[in-house]
Structure formats: C-alpha cells, structure tokens
C-alpha cells in the first residue's frame, strides 16, 4: 500500500461524498470536493487531480461523463465510482458506463457495508475498493483506509457494484418485513432468499459468485436491511405502514436508489429471462399493483422447491 499523498476530486457533495471526503482529509490528502451548485467550475477543480471520485445518485453519472468527456481528462487519472444504481437507459451499472466513456483510465469501483452517519460519527466501519487495476485499487485503498475504516480490494468490479446496488432492491422488501411486524423468522427468510437471488443475477450478468458473500454483498445486505439508517429501508417500512410512495419521498433525505433499480432490474431481468421472485414482488408494489400484505402473500405461496435448485456455486 503506498502512502504517497493524494490530489483527489470528489464529485457529490451529498451525505457519501461528505463522508468520504472526511475520510480521505484525515489521511491528509489534498480534497476538493464539488456540486452542482459550486460557483467554481467542474475543469477547475479537476485541474491536477491524480483521483476523480464520482458520489453522484445514478441520474447524475451520465450528465457527469458527458461534462468530463468535453475536458480531456488524462488517462493516467483514477476515476473512482461510488454509485449503487443501474442507468434506466442502458441497464449498465455506473462502472460501465465510466469504462465505455473512458476506456484508457483506471476505473475503480467502491462499495460496502457503508451508513455513512455511522462512519460520519466514527464507528468502525469496513468497505471494498475493486478494479481490474490492481495498483489502481492499492492506491483509492491508501486514500481512505484508517484505524476506523478498513479498505479490502479485490478483482471484481461488476460483482462489487452489482451486491451494493441489488441489496436496495431488497432492504425494500426487508422495511416491508419490518414495518408488518412479520417477525425474525420470516426476515431471516427473506434475507437469506435475497442471496441467492443477487447471486443468480449477478453471475448471469458476468460477476463472480463469491463476490457476493463478501462485504459488498452479503455485508452491505446485512446492514442496509436492518437499519433505519438506510433509505431504501424507510421505503419500504413507511409503504407497510400505509404510506404513499410520494409520502415517503417527500420524506426522504437523499434519494432511494433501489426504487430506480427495481424498475431497471424487472426490465434487464425479463429479457435475460432470470428469475427474481423478491425484486418483481418489490416491483408490483411499487407501481401500485399490490398490497405489502399481498406481496407477503405472494411469495409464500410459490411452488416449493429445493434451497439450492437454481445455483451452482
């Protein structure tokens, strides 16, 4: 790991990329951190940066290439996503869409078990750094790493970001659990359902099984669908205790991205013909088309199968 200081960019100023570059300030890196609403300009405070970190929600990364596409930024720059979403338009995940953009730069994916007023406060906290540049990786693993907050790498980028995104998906279904009062049994139920689920779809898509058993996957899955911390979470409990959608994000602080997520993933699923019974029960409701109580319904009276019928793991 190497301990050379950082001139890093981060782009988002939200509540993930406040805390990051929190993070990155303590290690003493040099952070500039930049929105929409900055008076400088996005070429300016990219000028000289060794990282560019992208913090934006999944409607912002497009807007966000096209900006950075016109201003030739240097292939030796690392771009960092950390994104958890898929683009409506393509269906790609953010990383995707970075590598097809910028095909010569090291891409970086970061993602874990992150509730970023958890890590704001100081709580130990753990997260992954993926890229198929491994020095790359070493070097965004050196930037935020700390006594509070330690930083795996590995290979896998698309199996990184496919756990952070499709865990939205399912803290959804698990804030519906919660907000029924359905129990410890049937939220155990679901969340170990829920893994084999992201499995099926992320390794159909290209990602490695055992991605998912890591902190991006089954990590960030425990911690984002017991915490009222998490928005996708409060999504999903507040639509059980018989609030509207527009309600709750009327509510909300900071964007739901599993509610995006779940639309894209029905459509990508359809046409790549791959089952996910939690995610389209999470899709009809929603759209409106079901109750919490029918999407329960729903799911317990699927045909009974083996545990392990539809994974080779």
Known sequence: MTNQKTNLTIIGAGIWGTTLASLASHNAHSVTLWSRSNPESLESVIRGANVILSAVSM???SPIIEQLQQLK?????????????????TT???????????????IVVLSGPNLSKEIKNGLPAATVVSSINE???????????????????????LGTELGGTLKNVMAIASGVCDGLQLGKNAKAALLTRALPEMIRIGTKLGAAAETFFGLSGLGDLLATCDSPLSRNYQ?????????????????????????????????LANKQEIPVPI???VYRLL??????DQAVQALMERELKS???????
């Open 59 to 61: 409607q912002g990364v």
């Open 73 to 89: 930024i240097s292939p030796s720059t690392i771009i960092v996503t950390a994104t958890k979403g898929l683009d409506p338009v």
């Open 92 to 106: 790609h995940t953010p990383s995707q869409l970075w590598y097809h953009a910028f095909p010569e730069n090291p």
């Open 135 to 157: 020095k790359a990786a070493e070097t965004v693993q050196a930037i935020f790493a700390s006594g509070t907050f330690r930083v795996y790498i590995n290979n896998d980028p």
């Open 235 to 267: 999504v999903g409990y507040g639509l059980a205790q018989g609030k509207t959608l527009d309600q709750i994000l009327a509510e909300l602080e900071g964007t739901a991205e599993g509610i995006n997520t779940t639309n894209v993933l029905i459509n």
């Open 279 to 281: 995610s389209y029960q």
């Open 287 to 292: 759209t409106g088309k079901i109750t919490p």
């Open 307 to 313: 545990e392990f019928y539809d994974l080779d793991l």
